[in-house]
């Protein structure tokens, strides 16, 4: 049973940091890709930055610079670091684990962690 769990929300005032982490069960395969997404209300999800086992990682051009996408092998956890928060920012983001980095691939989800910005 594959589980993914995020952790490390929270309300921050714009300009300031947050690290989301993902803790990752049950996944057996050794090839496979990890994203973070997030959505707002009245929005489409949308995904912001992705990593596959190889390492090539992938991000939206909305947190290109200011997000930093990673993984932990040996503690089955992803991350992703944002700084410089704006209050755009502010979504639902989850995380998921797919066979490969095509959005539609993605199969398993996790609950998802607030993040809330504030101006």
Request: proline share 2%; with cysteine; aromatic share 12%.
């Amino acid at each position: 049973q594959v589980q993914l769990v995020e952790s490390g929300g929270g309300s921050v005032q714009a300009g300031g940091s947050l690290r989301l982490s993902c803790a990752v069960s049950g996944y057996i395969y050794s090839t496979y890709c990890m994203g973070w997404f997030r959505q707002a209300p009245g929005k489409e999800r949308e995904k912001v930055a992705h990593i596959h086992s190889f390492g090539i990682t992938n991000y939206a051009d909305s947190v290109k610079g200011r997000f930093t996408i990673s993984k932990d092998n040996a503690k089955n956890t992803l991350y992703l670091q944002m700084n410089s928060l704006k209050p755009e920012d502010t979504a639902m983001y989850y995380c998921a684990i797919g066979a490969t980095c095509s959005v539609g691939d993605f199969g398993y989800w996790g609950r998802g962690t607030q993040v809330t910005v504030s101006s």
